[in-house]
């Protein structure tokens, strides 16, 4: 997947705030989610070499899709 631009992400947003988001929508939100997987992966590995004991999840795409209506809606 090629990487989206901050505009295309902010529609994507916008969408995703609607009553009904599309199939395609929460698809393209699972895509993006899976993009940063990877480097929040190499961060924690780099705060833990330098001994501090880092915490992370991963919201779901039902969280983000909560928090996107509550947050900007």
């Given at each position: 997947m090629p990487p989206l631009s901050r505009s295309q992400i902010d529609q994507l947003g916008r969408r995703l705030r609607?009553?009904?988001?599309?199939?395609?929508?929460?698809?393209?939100?699972?895509?993006?989610?899976?993009?940063?997987?990877?480097?929040?992966?190499?961060?924690?590995?780099?705060?833990?070499?330098?001994?501090?004991?880092?915490?992370?999840?991963s919201k779901t795409t039902g969280t983000i899709v909560d928090k996107l209506r509550r947050i900007l809606g």
């Open positions: 609607g009553a009904d988001p599309t199939v395609e929508d929460l698809k393209l939100l699972e895509q993006v989610r899976s993009l940063y997987e990877e480097p929040l992966t190499k961060v924690i590995g780099v705060l833990v070499g330098l001994g501090l004991e880092p915490g992370s999840r």
